[in-house]
């Protein structure tokens, strides 16, 4: 038989309390790290008293991190002002990451190809955060052509780089972009993205104005990684009707999905 003291339930253990707590510390870090996601955001300049309120620091607390970080190439003080902006100096040390430096790398023969072939520019994208980012460019041979920089950064959903990568990319990584976009823009209409999206799918590219150039349509075409992976980067031509190259947007769509299933498998063989 079993005893009174058996058959009582065991008492639940205390649960230890959750230390929520960072384990280390680098307060130094901290406040350089501060300024720069702070400056990365902005659209206008700041003074040194500016960014100090702005991050809920003291002028003393950010004064010599500040100078350290225009020393290094971080930030820069504006020409006849004491304001400062960010550069693109993380940006460009993140472009020496083995995968970008081996797409780029990659890429750029056979983008050089495509130019010569249709006589337009192109140039390569890949998503960050909720932006695209342009690791790379190839110029038309000829002397008039509409290019972009590289290192330039768009809104996804203010260029055909953007849009292209947002239609082709995996379903998760396709949801965490989403996300980051709300965020940024909590209006956003999901469902009329979404519609979007799958027409693009549909068509194998995007050809539609740019957002951001009037007379510019952008052309843009997915370079697509592993089954899983989805796209991992987009070949866009910025395309302007020119009387010297009347060659349509359409012919030219076909060659960018030619180049752009070149550098793909070039990428996964």
Known sequence: ?????????????????????????????EKGLDIIEFLSRCDT?????EIASKIGRTKGEIFRMLAVLELRGYVVRVEDADKYQVT?????LGLRRPKYKSLAYIATPLM???AEKTRYPCHLAIPTGSQIAVITRVDCPDPVGVTVRVGYRQS??????????LAFMSSANRSRAIEAIKADDPWVNVDELEAKLIQIR?????????KVMDGVWDISCPILGASSEG???????????????????????????TAASRIALALTS
């Open 1 to 29: 038989m079993m005893s009174v003291k058996e058959a009582q339930p065991e008492m639940p253990k205390a649960e230890k309390a959750v230390d929520t707590a960072p384990k280390y510390s680098a307060p130094a870090l």
């Open 156 to 165: 996804l959903l203010e260029t055909g780089s953007g849009l292209c990568l």
């Open 231 to 257: 796209a991992v980067a987009a070949l866009t031509v910025p395309y302007v009707k020119l009387v010297t190259n009347p060659i349509a947007p359409e012919a030219v769509a076909d060659h960018l999905i």
């Open 112 to 114: 050089e190809v495509f």
């Open 45 to 49: 300049d700041y003074t040194l008293a």
């Open 202 to 210: 549909q068509n194998e590219c995007l050809i539609e104005p740019s």
């Open 88 to 92: 693109d100096k993380l940006f460009q």
